[in-house]
């Protein structure tokens, strides 16, 4: 069973889809410290809710960002985590910090990458007029939003929508995404192989002739 340690800076809807999926047996792994960089973050309460320990480890304390990802990789260290999970963790961890996890960090980005990363990604999508925009579950290297892709997923974008409103259509889809690019990793079936992903033992058969198209036929 995989150690997990999940970073976050807000809310939590994310980690409140890994914590229901872990709870419902579809990832084998075990949730063992929730850290976020800001108390206030809602998310610190999810998992408290369920007995998650957790920790605030603020960055404004510190003066370097490499002090600061020295003292997230000591605790995670402390608990033995296996896999780090960015669940809406609104910091860039530097090269150190990665070379402690190789191929073991995962974020969830809110848009198709490579477009649109940064911050944002959902409000840049919407400026630039995109039909589908949608989210993306990779690896982290050390260029930010630009790691091995897991899982991405698409949505459209409706003539009435508003900004927010697309964000919420596609964080109900990172919460499908994430938990399930999670459940991957834990049971083995990832491998990175230059820069691509591959994924074992599922039937690519139901994804050969899927289409998303932005605009339905004419009736
Ligand atoms: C999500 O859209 C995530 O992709 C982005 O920040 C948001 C965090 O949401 N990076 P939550 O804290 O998981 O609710």
Do not use: W
Not at 78 to 88: F, I, M, P, T
């Amino acid at each position: 069973m995989t150690k997990i340690g999940v970073l976050i800076s807000g809310s939590g809807s994310n980690l409140q889809s890994i914590i229901d999926a872990v709870k419902a047996g579809s990832i084998d792994g075990e949730i063992v410290l929730v850290i976020s960089n800001d108390e206030k973050a809602y998310g610190l309460t999810r998992a408290a809710q369920f007995g998650i320990p957790t920790k605030v480890i603020k960055h404004k304390e510190y003066t370097q960002r490499q002090a600061f990802d020295q003292e997230l990789l000591r605790v995670l260290q402390e608990s033995s985590v296996e896999l780090v999970v960015l669940a809406g963790f609104m910091r860039v961890l530097g090269a150190s910090f990665l070379a402690a996890f190789p191929d073991r960090v995962i974020n969830i980005h809110p848009a198709i990458l490579p477009s649109f990363p940064g911050t944002h990604g959902q409000g840049q999508a919407f400026t630039y007029g995109v039909k589908l925009a949608g989210c993306t579950v990779h690896f982290v290297d050390e260029k930010v939003d630009h790691g091995p892709i897991i899982i991405q997923a698409a949505v459209p974008v409706l003539a009435n929508d508003d900004e927010d409103c697309l964000a919420a259509r596609i964080l109900r889809c990172e919460h499908k995404i994430f938990p399930r690019a999670l459940a991957l990793y834990c049971a083995g079936k990832l491998r990175v192989e230059n820069r691509k992903v591959f994924i074992s033992g599922i039937d690519e058969a139901l994804l050969e002739d899927q289409f998303l198209i932005s605009c339905p036929a004419l009736s």
